[in-house]
């Protein structure tokens, strides 16, 4: 067969194409195949203590079960899918609690009831075992301005309860401290605390950092904020022994001149490279993003059309970078009114509906996080952490058969192609549907057996990559 570009000039051609392409692939790798906590809790640093955390998960837990005590009780106040088949009477919630327990996972979403049943369940084995994935100690706006002194001692007492925390095995998955931000006036505050916290806190370990663990640098605004950053976690991992690139950090979406710049650039990849690859996150602040875009205090929830438009621009501008994104925080409490053992029948009401009414607020805004692709948010107290999890739950069994069907036909197909040598080349979208069983699977909403059903082994599941999962198909003996 004759062809009519030399070769000489078509290498030439490819060549220079190869270094743009490689040069792309180096800016957007793609999504990071990370576990990501599916939220955030900020507490004050003045009430960080070694068990926040567990503590945390007991109050949960007695919210839910206060107010919801069984799953029919859940089902009807999020409106789940098929609530309106499940009983009323007592004896036949206990009944039907009983028959559903006897079924097996598959048996049971075919159940009325079955999806709502087993949403609770997950919830309470959650609240129990791991009810915080990522916790911030926070020294802004949880904390506030105090006077230097007293935020001296509170950054040595969190270090050192973060530091008991890590010895008695009682620390979230994910922990990280937020700083006061790098605006002129409080720049110099923001590098003392971190300084003193993590001096502390490595002098307590021995060296030793908790996994998983970032700084959190709020009200970024501009490059030069980011770079100095990055230069101060150098002096601190220079001063401390600390491995070049140990510490991590994060950033906020908090200002409408971090959506679009004085030149009317969206100047978020640049602040990001910025950080020269140490900021793993971008978080998103509800309530100081939209005060900047001039909406009143009424009306400033993560409902709001401007949060909508704020979340599409950083996903478009951070979209295949491998940066986590987070929504914000629901700041509607699910807490009642009245306090106190002897409260009448009135008040009870009063309390329970208040409290369902928040719930569904929150259980609304995380699903609409999640169908916006945002798997991360902020919660902001204990009682807001069912809801958290109802709705990420619900969001991941709803769709666990179709996602099961589509990625047992990708890998199915991928198997074929390895058997015939053809090139697979839809790894990128396989890598999308394993990252949903992925997160399902971290969140605890479905186990390692229901990822199996996919057709992948337990090594391919943990190796986190469909691209490494193809090749080590393709390099198996034939």
């Not at 129990?128 to 007492?157: L, S, Y």
Request: proline share 5%; hydrophobic share 40%; aromatic share 8%.
């Amino acid at each position: 067969m004759k062809l009519s570009i030399p070769e000489t000039d078509k290498t030439q051609l490819l060549d220079a194409l190869g270094a743009a392409n490689l040069q792309f692939q180096r800016v957007y790798p793609g999504d990071r195949p990370d576990r990501q906590p599916v939220h955030t809790v900020y507490g004050g640093a003045n009430l960080f203590k070694a068990d926040t955390c567990v503590r945390m998960g007991d109050i949960a837990l007695h919210n839910l079960r206060t107010y919801a005590p069984t799953f029919v009780e859940l089902a009807r106040v999020l409106e789940l899918r098929g609530h309106e088949h499940l009983p009323v009477l007592e004896k036949d919630v206990a009944y039907l609690t009983r028959r559903l327990e006897a079924l097996s996972p598959e048996e049971r979403r075919r159940e009325p009831g079955g999806l709502a049943y087993a949403i609770y369940q997950k919830i309470v084995y959650k609240l129990q075992t791991e009810a915080v994935e990522d916790f911030r100690i926070d020294f802004e706006d949880g904390f506030g301005n105090r006077p230097d002194a007293e935020e001296d001692a509170t950054a040595v007492q969190a270090a050192r309860a973060l530091a008991q925390g890590m010895r008695e095995g009682t620390v979230s998955p994910f922990i990280g401290i937020r700083i006061k931000p790098f605006t002129e006036d409080l720049k110099d505050r923001g590098v003392r605390t971190l300084d003193i916290f993590l001096t502390t806190l490595l002098a307590e370990t021995g060296g030793k950092l908790p996994a998983n663990f970032v700084v959190m640098l709020p009200k970024v605004t501009i490059p030069e904020q980011m770079t100095t950053m990055v230069r101060l976690l150098e002096l601190l991992e220079q001063a401390n022994g600390l491995p070049a690139g140990t510490l991590r950090m994060e950033t906020m979406v908090e200002a409408t001149q971090i959506i679009m710049d004085a030149e009317g650039r969206n100047p978020l990849l640049r602040i990001m490279r910025a950080s020269e690859g140490r900021c793993v996150a971008a978080h998103f602040g509800t309530y100081d993003y939209t005060a900047s875009a001039g909406i009143t205090a009424r009306y400033q929830t993560m409902a709001h059309p401007v949060c909508d438009f704020a979340h599409h621009m950083t996903k478009v501008a951070l979209g295949g970078t491998g940066i986590f994104l987070s929504d914000g925080a629901t700041n509607v409490m699910p807490i009642g009114p009245h306090r106190g053992e002897n409260l009448s029948y009135e008040q009870l009401r009063e309390n329970r509906e208040s409290v369902h009414n928040a719930w569904r607020q929150g259980f609304q805004h995380t699903t609409h996080s999640l169908i916006n692709g945002l798997y991360q948010g902020w919660d902001l107290n204990p009682a807001q952490l069912p809801m958290r999890y109802a709705a990420t739950y619900a969001f991941f069994l709803s769709s666990y058969d179709d996602a099961l069907h589509r990625l047992k036909s990708f890998v199915e197909r991928a198997a074929i192609s390895t058997l015939t040598g053809d090139i697979f080349d839809d790894a990128a979208t396989g890598q999308g549907l394993l990252n949903f069983f992925l997160r399902a699977l971290n969140c605890g909403a479905i186990t390692e057996e229901e990822v199996r059903a996919t057709g992948l082994t337990t090594e391919e599941i943990q190796s986190r990559s469909f691209f490494r999962i193809l090749e080590g198909r393709r390099a198996r003996p034939q």
